[in-house]
């Protein structure tokens, strides 16, 4: 199982940027895939998710945040907008059969948002 993020830089608050993760067939074979991420000394958290039934978003990031499934790249995508530098974190991409999916994990792509 192979998950593979990409996408993540340096950008200024309210800018945007897009994730990417490329995920091999056994990943993206799975119900669910999503974003998680950890900033320095914090705890990793949920930050949005595809599912079988329906997207699914933490509340820090409903309305800024957009997850999409390209079926035909077995690719997930994040598009975030309007950061925030609270949204300064490493990044990773996950797979899984349930929600929230943490089965698999793929390496962080770091995001940093500088106000």
């Known amino acids: 199982v192979q998950l593979q993020a990409s996408g993540g830089g340096l950008v200024q608050t309210g800018g945007s940027l897009r994730l990417s993760c490329a995920a091999s067939d056994r990943a993206f074979a799975e119900n669910g895939m999503g974003w998680f991420r950890q900033a320095p000394g914090k705890e990793r958290e949920f930050v949005a998710a595809?599912?079988?039934?329906?997207?699914r978003y933490a509340d820090s990031v409903k309305g800024r945040f957009t997850i999409s499934r390209d079926g035909a790249k077995k690719t997930v995508h994040l598009q975030m907008n309007s950061l925030k530098p609270a949204d300064s974190a490493t990044y990773y991409c996950t797979a899984g059969s349930q929600f929230p999916p943490t089965q698999y994990w793929g390496q962080g792509t770091q995001v940093t948002v500088s106000s």
């Open positions: 595809w599912v079988w039934n329906g997207d």
